[in-house]
């Protein structure tokens, strides 16, 4: 694929706020496993190879294992493998980047409101949304894995 337009370059001033709500999110209270999760299970859903290269290299730096990795896509299958925390981040992750199939479910709130405060849930939207974006401007633009 042919790169596309520099977003960084043609429009700084937007591309710094997007970095400023990546710094935002960074901050949060999330464990550095779950903020990697959500990357990672919105990259798949995306299919932004530039976001799932960057952020299954972090995870693992980060201490996540390989097989969680590989099987994340499948992770209904493989519960065993995930906490319930996890899980419910997980499902969260999906239902806000798929949010125009049925929203977010009750159910779905529900069991992130059981795991987590709602401060903490609302961090969770909020980094879920962040990687959504940068998805969005990779794939769209065409960035290639490791720029």
């Known amino acids: 694929m042919e ?37 990672i299970r919105a990259s798949q859903i995306n299919n932004c190879a530039y ?43 999906e239902e806000v980047t798929l949010i125009s199939n049925n929203g977010v479910s009750e159910e779905t709130y529900q069991k992130a409101l059981k795991h987590f405060t709602k401060n903490q849930v609302a961090q969770i939207i909020m980094a879920i949304i962040t990687i959504n974006a940068w998805n969005r401007i990779a794939v769209s633009t065409h960035l290639h894995i490791g720029e």
């Not at 337009?5 to 960074?26: D, R, S």
């Not at 390989?66 to 499948?74: E, M």
């Not at 992770?75 to 992750?93: C, F, G, I, N, S």
Request: aromatic share 8%; with cysteine; net charge negative.
């Open 3 to 39: 790169k596309r337009i520099n977003i960084a370059q043609a429009e700084p001033q937007l591309y710094k706020a997007m970095y400023g709500l990546e710094a935002a999110t960074a901050q949060t209270e999330l464990s550095k496993t779950l903020k990697e999760l959500i990357k």
């Open 51 to 93: 976001c799932l290269d960057m952020h299954t290299k972090d995870a693992i730096k980060n201490g996540e294992t390989q097989q969680r990795i590989f099987v994340l896509s499948a992770w209904r299958e493989a519960t065993y493998l995930y906490t319930e925390e996890e899980q419910a981040v997980l499902a969260m992750t």
